[in-house]
Nanobody
Framework: QLQLVESGGGLVQPGGSLRLSCAAS????????IGWFRQAPGKEREGVSC????????NYADSVKGRFTISRDNAKNTVYLQMNSLNAEDTAIYYC?????????????????????WGQGTQVTVSS
């Protein structure tokens, strides 16, 4: 069964950091563009960041630029999202998924309609 599994979420104080992991099961990620999305209560799912198959190209939403860093280790079949300087607006369920096309990842605003193999998500809560 092809699936992605997110982990690393939790409760963190404002200004804190977390590193999320997205691991693949049943397939290898090395040829895939991978995106991170998040969905806060009552809001639509939004693209956060994306990375090319080689890791050479990345894309970030304006709201996380300078605070989040996406990376990948193809040998471990895992993509990471390092999140620093977290604030309450970052509270959401975070998901990873595989982009259908490279332009859906690097080309600009990320649309979840162009992604497949969604994981179950990992909860990130930023609160004092």
């Amino acid at each position: 069964q092809l699936q992605l599994v997110e982990s690393g979420g939790g409760l963190v104080q404002p200004g804190g950091s977390l590193r999320l992991s997205c691991a693949a099961s049943g397939f290898t990620l090395d040829a895939s563009y991978i995106g991170w999305f998040r969905q806060a209560p009552g809001k639509e799912r939004e693209g956060v960041s994306c990375i090319s198959s080689s890791g050479g190209s990345t894309n970030y939403a304006d709201s996380v630029k300078g605070r989040f860093t996406i990376s990948r280790d193809n040998a471990k079949n895992t993509v990471y999202l390092q999140m620093n300087s977290l604030n309450a607006e970052d509270t959401a369920i975070y998901y990873c998924a595989v982009a259908r096309f490279s332009w859906a990842c690097i080309g600009g605003q990320m649309s979840d309609r162009q992604y497949d193999y969604w994981g179950q998500g990992t909860q990130v809560t930023v609160s004092s």
